[in-house]
């Protein structure tokens, strides 16, 4: 049988043979992180605008293979000067579609758009393989590939010249360029092949996460506490582990060097019981009330939305704060960006306003909350002092809960999703539609996309409130728990 591909199919096949194997024949297997499906959905973002950047433009749009190869066709003949978006080619059965083809003297120069911030080594054999298909249809006369410059600041008005920063790939192209038909002629021997030997090892998330994960690790996932619930476990502490054949936590023998922490968490899992230091009770008692629990939701963008941002910083949006004014006399209160305006100065307005002068507040990883408080703190001169005096309050609930609590069903992690399950079971975040920080991020970037409908919206909102106001519970349990309660 003979095998079409693309550029993504030799992508897969530069990552790992087996994955492209697994594409073609047993398809259903993928499952993409949510990691994964953010990435595409602001790599979307990103081709939007670059095309919005090249107004005479020409967008190839078929209804299938065939027609968008003869509008490619089309367009390269009847308006040889203006800019093709997604131009379709196929060589020797290998499909691409360019980005960006921009017309320029004695030929086409090929734009590769990436959401990325630098140029990085993946980038290089994806851009030789279109250059390589292009290059059997039209003279490709320069390659660059345009990436995100985190270094602009939006002014506003939909002005997005200077988002991205094109750098000539040229020179590094012309070694890989005579390889690609050799990469072509792999891909086809694999596929005609049986599924490949390999396991799993650092090629299934670097470049990219592989989405068939799930399918190699089968046999691992059986392992209920594999080595890598040790914190910080490598070098020759793991590979003498795994010399000795070892694969679970509790089959390491008691005299194997491990640091403390690693020891303490190896001892929890083989006794099977919690550790807590009950010092920390004492600690916890001398903090007064009224006690804030707080936590903080951001998204990150690559194409900024607010006059005076940057690509991918971190964009303030909501915050969730439990008040306890006596012992178990709890208030909610939280903010929730609400509509397309900037919503930074009410967000620090309402939040000053909601902790008051006194009083510990509490946070789970403080660098993240006390940051961004800093952020706003510069970003409003006149609230500068209310916000500072706030991050002189913050009480870090991590390093706490690290130092003094380690239950064996945390499997070495020491994340409030980690955490809360043993202390309250009964708080499940796995209930929740949004149920971690990253999809917090990705409904986020949602509810501001130009496409999401109003009523995808309105649930967005309602489970994004949900999700914080149970993150600020958490806190709230877990002081408790501390404290002995
Ligand atoms: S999970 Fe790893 S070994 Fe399996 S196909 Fe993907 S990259 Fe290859």
Request: negative net charge; charged residues 25%; contains cysteine.
């Amino acid at each position: 049988m003979f095998y079409g591909l693309s550029k993504s199919r030799l992508m897969a096949f530069q990552q790992c043979p087996k994955r492209l194997w697994l594409y073609v024949h047993r398809h259903e297997l993928q499952e993409f992180s949510e990691e994964t499906e953010q990435r595409f959905q602001i790599g979307f973002q990103v081709g939007d605008i670059a095309r919005s950047l090249h107004p005479d433009g020409i967008l190839i749009e078929g209804e299938n293979l065939v027609e968008t190869l003869e509008l490619t066709r089309q367009a390269l003949a009847e308006h040889p000067d203006r800019p093709l978006f997604e131009a379709t080619f196929q060589r020797d059965n290998v499909l691409v579609r360019a980005d960006v083809l921009l017309p320029e003297a004695g030929g086409y120069r090929l734009r590769e758009v990436k959401a990325s911030t630098k140029v990085k080594g993946e980038h290089y054999a994806d851009c030789a393989i279109q250059a390589w298909v292009i290059g059997g249809s039209v003279k490709v006369t320069g390659v660059e590939l345009a990436h995100v410059d985190n270094t602009f600041v939006y002014p506003g008005g939909d002005h997005y010249q200077g988002l991205f920063k094109p750098e000539a790939l040229d020179a590094d192209l012309s070694n890989l360029l005579p390889l690609v038909p050799d990469w072509v002629a792999q891909a086809r021997a694999v596929l005609a092949g049986t599924e490949p030997a390999i396991t799993h090892g650092d090629q299934c998330s670097t470049p990219y996460d592989c989405p068939f994960q799930h399918y190699c690790t089968r046999d691992q996932s059986q392992i209920e506490y594999p080595l890598h619930c040790l914190p910080y476990l490598q070098g020759e502490r793991l590979q003498g582990l795994i010399d000795l054949g070892i694969e679970d936590v509790r089959h390491i023998p008691d005299d194997y060097a491990l640091t403390e922490n690693q020891a303490r968490v190896a001892r929890v899992i083989k006794s099977g019981q919690a550790e807590l230091d009950l010092a920390i009770q004492m600690i916890m008692s001398e903090f007064p009330y009224p006690r804030y629990y707080l936590d903080f939701e951001t998204t990150q963008v690559a194409v900024p939305i607010w006059p005076g941002t940057r690509p991918y910083q971190q964009l303030l949006l909501q915050w969730s704060c439990h008040v306890e004014n006596a012992a178990y006399e709890l208030m909610h209160h939280a903010f929730l960006a609400q509509g397309f305006d900037d919503p930074r100065r009410a967000f620090a307005e309402k939040l000053i306003n909601t902790l008051g002068d006194t009083g510990p507040v509490f946070v789970y990883n403080k660098a993240f909350e006390a940051t961004r408080l800093s952020e706003l703190a510069e970003l409003f001169p006149d609230l500068k002092a209310a916000i500072e005096a706030i991050i002189m309050r913050i009480v870090d609930l991590l390093p706490l809960t690290r130092q003094y609590y380690c239950h064996p069903d945390m499997k070495g992690r020491w994340s409030i999703k980690a955490v809360l399950p043993t202390i309250a079971p009964e708080l499940a975040y796995d209930d929740l539609e949004i149920g971690d920080g990253g999809a917090a991020m990705g409904a986020w970037r949602e509810i501001y996309h130009p496409d999401t409908a109003d009523s995808r919206r309105a649930k967005l909102y309602a489970d994004l409130a949900e999700y914080c106001a149970l993150d600020t519970q958490a806190l709230v349990r877990l002081a408790a728990f501390l404290g002995g309660a």
